[in-house]
């Protein structure tokens, strides 16, 4: 089992940062690849970055490349989701999930969502 807990969402102008926080937790964690995915009100949950526990391998949308930075704290089992350049596009809700690549189905475990809303 795997827990996950993300934190650090809010309301932020364009052109604003926002850091989000993933806490995870359980047995089995570091035997998946960490992932943030976001969901905008009607449409579908969509990959934006992922990264690796042990080497810290990265992958990231196109829409966010240059803008956000993914990154892995292993002491505190944290994944960072840095966010720059924001934009009114960016608004939606940010989940955290453990699995592998950057397809939703392929991800087992998801946290519960922080709101990030990007105003113009």
């Known amino acids: 089992q795997v827990q996950l807990v993300e934190s650090g969402g809010g309301l932020v102008q364009a052109g604003g940062s926002l850091r989000l926080s993933c806490v995870a937790s359980?047995?089995?964690?570091?035997?998946?690849?960490m992932g943030w995915f976001r969901q905008a009100p009607g449409k579908e949950r969509e990959f934006v970055a992922a990264?690796?526990?042990?080497?810290?391998?990265?992958n990231y949308a196109d829409s966010v490349v240059g803008r956000f930075t993914i990154s892995r704290d292993n002491a505190k089992n944290t994944v960072y989701l840095s966010m720059n350049s924001l934009k009114p596009a960016d608004t939606a809700v940010y989940y955290c999930?453990?699995?592998?690549?950057?397809?939703?189905?392929?991800?087992?475990?998801w946290g519960q969502g922080t709101q990030v809303t990007v105003s113009s």
């Open positions: 359980g047995p089995t964690f570091r035997n998946y690849a």
């Open positions: 999930g453990a699995g592998w690549g950057e397809r939703t189905r392929d991800y087992d475990y």
């Open positions: 990264i690796t526990w042990n080497i810290g391998s990265t």
